[in-house]
Each structure stands twice: as C-alpha cells, then as structure tokens.
C-alpha cells in the first residue's frame, strides 16, 4: 500500500465513524458573534469566558511592547529568550496567585506535557483522574513513571490505589483539572489534598478552565478552597484571553522545572510582547469581579432553560455546559442545525470525550448579551429534544 493510501485509509475510517475533524474558519475578532462564511454567528463554543480576547487594551500592551522590542525571542529561555518582560509577566502571575514563584510557558499542552514528565521518572507513581486533559496524560507517559488512573473525581478510588501502590514507589504525584474542560464538573480538592498529605504525594491542579473564571478575583478552585496545590497550573489562552500558560509554586518547583521540563528547554520563548499583553491581562482578570458575575449568570440561565428544554445538562459550578447527546453522528447533526439557525456550538466526540458520551459543550461568555442568549435559545429549544429532534441519552 502506498503511504498515500494508508492516510487515505485512516480518513476514510474517520469519515465513516463521524469521527473527521474540520475547523470552521471564520474572519472576526473573537467575539460573543463570529462572522462565518458571511453569517453571523452567536459564538458559543469559546473559552474566552471574560471577554477579553479582543479587549483593546491587551492589544494595546501587546502592540507597544512589539514595536517597542519586535516580535521574535530568538532564541529559548536558557539561551537568550528571556526578557525582563518575561520575568516581570511571572512574577506578576506568582503575586496574583499567591505563589512564591511562576514559570511561563508557550502554551498549556507544552506545560502540562513538561512539567509532569520532569516531576516523575521511572522509580515514580503518578495518579491521574480518568477525565484528564490529553497534555496531563501525555506528559505522564513521557516521565516513565508507573501511571495509575482513579475514577473521575472519587477521592476513595484514589484512597484505595494508593493504600495499595504507593509505598512501591520513590515519588508520588496526583494529577487533576480542577474545573474539568468537558464534563464542566470539579474535583474534590480538599479530599485529594488530605491524601496527598497522608501518603507523601504531590498535588498537581490544572486550572486552566478555572483560573480568572472561579474564586476570589478569579484565583482559581484551589484559592476558593485554600488548597494548596504542590503544582499549580494555569493558561493564559482561556479566561486571559493571550496565548501560553505558567506554572506557579515554590521557587525550588519553577528552577526544577526551567532545567528538567523539556518543553520549556528546547523551545523558542514565546514572544516578549505575549508577556507584555499577560501582564495587561492579569490586572484586568484580578479586577474583573463585573464580568464573572455576569459570566455565571449568563451560565445559570442557559443552564436552566436547556434543561427546561429537555437537554441532558451535565451539572457543575461554571460556564461550562455539557449537553450529552450520545453517538458522534447525532452531535454533529445537531451541531449543524444548530449552524444553520445562527448559534455556533462545537460537538465534542472521542477520543475527546469517552464513547457514547458525545455532547454539545455549551460556554457563554460574560460579554454575551441577553438579545444573543435569547436568540440562542430560540434555536435550542426549536430543536428540543423532546420533540424527537435528537434522541434522549441513557447513560
Ligand atoms: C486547554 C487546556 C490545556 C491546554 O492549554 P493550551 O494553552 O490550549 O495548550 C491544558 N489543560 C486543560 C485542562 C485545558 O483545557
């Protein structure tokens, strides 16, 4: 067979499966509306949750510093692509996040994937959530470490594994989201913190949904629960509304990590003026007390009303709403339909989300208006499912 023909083999099994992926492209600034193929959508697929991917003033900063200092680092972070800025930007996420120290990143997967491999190695335990992200789960697999995976969010499934595994090992570390990108549920951080405590593992959070979305000044779940996380963390390309992501702890955790993660090693650093702009960023997150309010009542809302509808709502605490369709071919129906009535939402399918789970993942953002819920809404509830539009999900 020739390689052409193998790729032509993969796609075709894809197609089938309603498994094939394509982008839709559109050409506005990323907004509550989009302009796709010269219609106007009501974006509600984004992780942009405070509205700030287009704010003025980030683009501001980013422009300054650009013309100002150029656009390329030229080099990686250990050679000759740190700038003050880069340093200025990370000790301002260390102060917003109360944290002794932060370490930037060119974007979450490059973090995650870094990170927990240069915190683990072969004589190491990781134990990791059943629903984390692909970067928490990659990066495991490239540390070597043993990696034991507990059921979704159940702290007595983690009490038993590490009861059973733990004293096998050198290391020990605990792997979760904090707010869960597709479920839109949390983990129980105090209780994996106590058995972090109990057995001598480090406690790893991802917060990259949470940060600037929950907590006081949208410090994130761990702060809104004063847990301390071992490993904290966070993207700059959700809630921030930049590019990239840190990681904040101790000043031993952010040195180690400069030496051993190899995605922040043997990479170029990511633009001097992208730290500029997460500077901007950070000052108007921590103030952005308005805008979450108006984010979780927006979430609220179309939360109750899908369900009124008769929508399979997934509950949790934020602006992330699954609507559990089932099969890969009834999300992407529905998402069409859902296109062709002006509200733009992404079905979520495998490998993304496990088999007979796929959903719609529903995000207001906090500048959506009402006039664009209630248009969105009008559109949802014309395709209810209990007028046999999609069929109900037994889960
Ligand atoms: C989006 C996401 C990442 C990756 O962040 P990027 O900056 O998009 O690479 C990591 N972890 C979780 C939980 C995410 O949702």
Do not use: W
């Not at 109990?198 to 406690?203: E, F, K, P, T, V």
């Not at 009535?341 to 208006?369: C, E, M, W, Y």
């Amino acid at each position: 067979m020739t390689f052409e023909a193998h790729l032509r083999r993969a796609l075709d099994a894809l197609t089938r499966d309603s498994l094939l992926r394509t982008p839709r492209v559109h050409e506005s600034a990323h907004a509550p509306e989009l302009l796709i193929q010269g219609a106007r959508l009501i974006n509600l697929c984004s992780n942009d949750y405070l509205g700030l991917a287009s704010d003025p003033a980030i683009a501001r900063a980013a422009s300054e510093a650009l013309l100002e200092h150029g656009l390329g680092a030229g080099a990686a972070r250990l050679v000759t692509g740190t700038h003050a800025l880069h340093r200025r930007a990370e000790a301002r996420l260390a102060r917003y996040t109360g944290k002794a120290s932060a370490l930037l990143f060119s974007t979450g997967y490059a973090a995650n994937l870094g990170a927990v491999q240069a915190l683990a190695s072969q004589d190491d335990v990781i134990f990791s959530d059943a629903l984390n992200h692909a970067s928490l789960i990659d990066g495991a697999r490239l540390s070597r470490a043993r990696v034991l995976v507990y059921r979704h969010a159940d702290p007595e499934h983690l009490a038993e594994l590490l009861a059973a595994h733990r004293a096998q090992h050198r290391g020990a570390l605990v792997l979760t989201e904090s707010l869960f990108s597709m479920d839109g549920d949390t983990a129980p951080l105090t209780e994996l913190r106590a058995l972090c405590d109990r057995y001598d593992a480090g406690l790893y959070v991802d917060e990259a949904h949470a940060i600037g979305v929950l907590g006081p000044s949208g410090r994130g779940l761990c702060a809104e629960l004063a847990v301390h996380a071992d490993v904290l963390m966070a993207g700059l390309g959700k809630a921030f509304g930049c590019s990239g992501a840190f990681i904040a702890g101790s000043t031993e955790l952010t040195t180690l990590l400069e030496n051993r993660a190899r995605s922040f090693v043997f990479s170029t650093a990511a633009p001097h003026a992208l730290a500029a702009a997460t500077i901007t960023a950070c000052d108007l997150v921590e103030q952005a007390d308005d805008r979450r309010a108006r984010l979780h009542m927006n979430a609220l809302q179309l939360r109750e009303q899908l369900t009124t509808f008769g929508y399979t709502i997934l509950p949790g605490p934020g602006p992330i709403i699954p609507a559990i369709v089932g099969s890969p071919e009834a999300v992407m129906t529905l998402s069409r339909s859902l296109f062709e009535r002006g509200v733009f939402v992404q079905g979520i399918r495998p490998p993304t989300v496990p088999a007979g789970t796929s959903r719609l993942r529903i995000t207001p953002i906090a500048t959506h208006s009402q006039a664009q819920l209630d248009r969105a809404l009008e559109a949802f509830a014309a395709l209810r499912p209990a007028d046999g539009s999609i069929p109900p999900f037994h889960g």
